[in-house]
Nanobody, 120 residues
Framework: VQLEESGGGLVRAGSSLRLSCATSGSTDSIALMGWYRQAPGKQRELVAS????????NYQDFVKGRFTISRDNAKNTLFLQMNSLKPEDSAVYYC??????????????WGQGTQVSVAS
């Protein structure tokens, strides 16, 4: 599975951005997809996730009501719509895919990340 993020940039507080994650390879084996972020000096943290079987979504409290995770199955693309951005949302955002092929433990795949910077 290969993942490639795009859509990051520098915006002002209160603005919106939409991140995209193009997936390729054995996409049928992906069980869960998510967006993580990592700010300088901090650990990588989960932002939101979506289960591919039923599109059940999960959000961290700090983005609830502002961010929306979705996917276009036909285009094998994952999205993160980010509204009302705050300076504390500044981080490198990573796309994640969890593959469960039934032959062992789940495997994590990561994209290279895309920088989001929010100016006050």
């Amino acid at each position: 599975v290969q993942l490639e993020e795009s859509g990051g940039g520098l915006v002002r507080a209160g603005s919106s951005l939409r991140l995209s994650c193009a997936t390729s390879g054995s996409t049928d084996s992906i069980a869960l997809m998510g967006w993580y972020r990592q700010a300088p000096g901090k650990q990588r943290e989960l932002v939101a996730s979506i289960r591919t079987g039923d599109d059940n979504t999960n959000y961290q409290d700090f983005v609830k009501g502002r961010f929306t995770i979705s996917r276009d199955n036909a285009k094998n693309t994952l999205f993160l719509q980010m509204n009302s951005l705050k300076p504390e949302d500044s981080a490198v955002y990573y796309c994640n895919a969890v593959v469960n092929n039934g032959r062992g433990p789940p495997i994590d795949y990561w994209g290279q990340g895309t920088q989001v910077s929010v100016a006050s």
